[in-house]
């Protein structure tokens, strides 16, 4: 399954276009987790367990986005946005969703 940001692939021409096709993740964060983050704002640096969250968050999205779309007969995706936000009371989980658009390529 290509997935692409761009509204064409060059080279390639859009035979069908099928609709949106949409993915979506919660991912809750620990308090572990939250603790070190919170010692890496004040020394600085990057936080290494929110960034594997993040991209196990995207990645879990994508593959359901490109599911829908190969069950609807799609070979591609075009238009890809992802959107990050926090979720529940107090903002401890994180959503994200991967939208765009289920075509088929020649």
Do not use: H, W
Request: hydrophobic share 40%; no cysteine; glycine share 12%.
């Amino acid at each position: 399954m290509l997935l692409a940001t761009t509204p064409i692939i060059e080279g390639k021409q859009i035979t069908t276009y099928y609709g949106i096709v949409s993915g979506e993740t919660i991912i809750g964060a620990n308090v572990f987790r939250d603790f070190f983050a919170s010692i890496r704002d004040i020394v600085g640096g990057r936080s290494g367990s929110y960034e594997e969250v993040l991209r196990e968050a995207k990645d879990t999205a994508l593959k359901e986005m490109s599911e829908q779309a190969r069950q609807m007969g799609a070979n591609a995706v075009i238009g890809v946005d992802l959107d990050y936000e926090t979720v529940g009371g107090s903002g401890s989980m994180l959503m994200v969703t991967a939208s765009g658009t289920a075509v088929f390529l020649e």
